[in-house]
C-alpha cells in the first residue's frame, strides 16, 4: 500500500480513542442483519427441497440437478463477488446490504417464472450475486458495532439468522413442497406453473421489506484509514493476503476443504432421505428441521464459550477451536451417509451440524481479528469466496460422483460417504496449520492497539 499525507496522518497521529456506537443502534443493526441473513439461508433451504420435485418436472439428471443447487449460485459470485465487496470498503454498509437483499428477494419470485432448466439456472446465478456482498459488509458493520472483545458474541448471535433461515427453510420446505404436490399443473400469463414454482415466487417478497428495514440501522464509523474514506485496492489486498500467507492461507483453504463438504451435503439432503430412507420431504422437513434447530442453537452457543473459554489460554483461540470442531465433524459426516436407519443418520447429522455451527463462530472472528478495517471487506469476500464456491462445487461433485461414476441415482448415499471421507479430515489439518502464525499475529496487535472508550 502506498504511502501518503492521509495515512501518514493516521500513522504519526496519538493512540486512538475508539467511541463505540450506542447499544440500541448496535444491536439494531445486528438484528436487522440477522434477519437478511436468515433470507438468504431461507431461499436456499427451501429451493433443496425442492430439488427432487425439480428434477422431476424438469426431466434433469442428478448432473444437472447439481448445477442448479451447486455452481448456479457461483457463476457471478465469481465475476463480481469481489467488486461488489469493494463497495462494502467505500459505500455506507447499509446501502450495499439494503440493494443486495432487494435483488435476492425479486430475483428469487421471478425464478418462480422459470420454464426451463437454462431459465432456472440464470436465476439462481443472479441470486448469487445478489447475495455476494451481504456478508462481507455484514461482519465489517459488526465488527465496528462492537469492540473486539465482544465481535465473537455478536458473531455468535449473527448465527440466528443462519440457523433460523435453515431451519425454517427445511421445515416450511418441506410442508409447503409436500402441500405443492397436490396442486395441479396450472397456466398464468402464458406460462405452465407447477406447485413449487409458485412457492418461489412467496419466498421472495420479504426480501423487500427486509431492505427497507437495513435504510433505517445507523452506520457504524470506520476508523484507521477507512475513517479517511481509504480503501486498499484489490491488488494491495492480494499482496496483503500473501505476505500473511502462513495466517490466511490456513484459514482460506481449510474452509474450502470444509464447505465443499458441509454445504455439498446440505444441499443432497433432502434426495438423500427420499432415495436412502424412502422418506417424504413433508417427514423431512419436520424432523430434519427439529435436527437442525437444535443442534444449531447448541453450536453456535458452544462455539462461543469454547473461543471464549480458550481465549482464556491461549491467543490463538479462534483457529485453536476451530481446528478442534472441524475435527469432531469429520467422522460424523462420513457415518451420516452409512447409518443402516434414518434415526442414526440424523443422530451423525447432528453432531456435525453442532460442530459447523459452533466452528463458523471462531473461523469469522479470526478474520476480523487480523484484518485492518480499510480491507476487511475484500479479505472477508476472499474468505467467504472459499465457503460459497467450494461450498457450490460440492453439491456438483456429490451430483457427478453419483451420476459419472457410481453410475446408480442409488447411490448417492456412497457418494456422500466418498466426498466426506476424502475431504473433511484434510480440512481439519489444514486449518490447524494456522494456529502457530495466527497466535502470533494476536499477540502483535494487541501490543499495538489503541485505548477503548
Not at 491461549?314 to 443402516?340: C, G, Q, W
Request: aromatic fraction near 10%.
Amino acid at each position: 500500500m502506498t504511502g501518503g499525507s492521509a495515512e501518514a496522518a493516521v500513522a504519526n497521529a496519538a493512540p486512538e480513542v475508539r467511541i463505540w456506537p450506542a447499544r440500541s443502534a448496535a444491536f439494531y443493526g445486528l438484528a436487522v442483519i440477522i434477519l437478511a441473513t436468515m433470507l438468504n439461508f431461507f431461499d436456499a433451504q427451501v429451493f433443496g427441497m425442492m430439488a427432487q420435485r425439480i428434477k422431476v418436472d424438469f426431466r434433469l439428471t442428478d448432473e444437472q440437478l447439481g448445477f442448479l443447487i451447486g455452481p448456479a449460485n457461483i457463476v457471478f459470485y465469481v465475476l463480481v463477488g469481489i467488486p461488489l465487496a469493494r463497495l462494502v470498503d467505500i459505500y455506507p454498509r447499509k446501502f450495499v446490504l439494503a440493494a443486495g437483499i432487494a435483488l435476492i428477494g425479486g430475483i428469487t419470485a421471478l425464478g418462480g417464472l422459470a420454464q426451463s432448466f437454462g431459465q432456472l439456472f440464470m436465476s439462481r446465478m443472479l441470486v448469487g450475486a445478489g447475495g455476494s456482498a451481504h456478508a462481507p459488509g455484514a461482519y465489517s458493520m459488526l465488527a465496528d458495532y462492537f469492540p473486539p472483545a465482544k465481535v465473537p458474541r455478536a458473531i455468535g448471535f449473527l448465527q440466528l439468522g443462519f440457523i433460523g433461515g435453515n431451519a425454517l427453510g427445511i421445515f416450511l420446505g418441506g410442508q409447503l413442497v409436500s402441500l405443492a404436490a397436490a396442486w395441479p399443473i396450472s397456466t398464468w400469463l402464458g406460462l405452465t406453473m407447477h406447485g413449487w414454482q409458485w412457492i418461489l415466487i412467496m419466498v421472495g417478497a420479504p426480501g423487500l421489506v427486509i431492505s427497507g428495514l437495513l435504510l433505517f440501522a445507523t452506520e457504524p464509523p470506520r476508523h484507521g484509514l477507512a475513517a479517511l474514506g481509504k480503501s486498499m485496492p484489490v491488488s494491495a489486498v492480494v499482496r496483503e493476503i500473501w505476505a500473511r500467507r502462513s495466517i490466511y492461507l490456513p484459514l482460506f483453504v481449510g474452509l474450502a476443504f470444509s464447505a465443499t463438504v458441509s454445504l455439498g451435503m446440505s444441499a443432497w439432503r433432502a434426495p438423500f432421505m427420499i432415495r436412502t430412507y424412502g422418506w417424504s420431504e413433508r417427514q423431512i422437513g419436520r424432523w430434519m428441521g427439529l435436527v437442525f434447530l437444535v443442534a444449531s442453537l447448541i453450536g453456535a452457543t458452544f462455539g462461543t464459550l469454547l473461543v471464549e473459554w480458550l481465549a482464556k489460554r491461549y491467543k490463538d483461540a479462534n483457529v485453536r477451536a476451530a481446528t478442534i470442531l472441524f475435527a469432531v465433524a469429520a467422522p460424523a459426516e462420513v457415518l451420516s451417509a452409512l447409518m443402516p436407519t434414518a434415526a442414526l443418520s440424523l443422530a451423525c447429522i447432528s453432531i456435525a451440524l453442532v460442530c459447523g455451527l459452533a466452528s463458523s463462530v471462531p473461523q469469522n472472528a479470526a478474520i476480523q481479528r487480523i484484518t485492518p478495517n480499510e480491507m476487511r471487506g475484500q479479505v472477508t469476500a476472499v474468505y467467504l469466496f472459499m465457503f460459497i464456491v467450494f461450498g457450490a462445487l460440492g453439491g456438483q461433485l456429490i451430483g457427478t460422483v453419483t451420476h459419472r461414476v457410481l453410475g446408480d441415482d442409488a447411490l448417492l448415499w456412497k457418494s456422500i460417504a466418498i466426498v466426506a471421507g476424502t475431504l473433511a479430515p484434510l480440512a481439519a489439518l489444514t486449518i490447524g496449520l494456522g494456529i502457530r502464525p495466527y497466535g502470533r499475529e494476536v499477540a502483535r496487535l494487541e501490543s499495538q492497539e489503541p485505548r477503548t472508550a
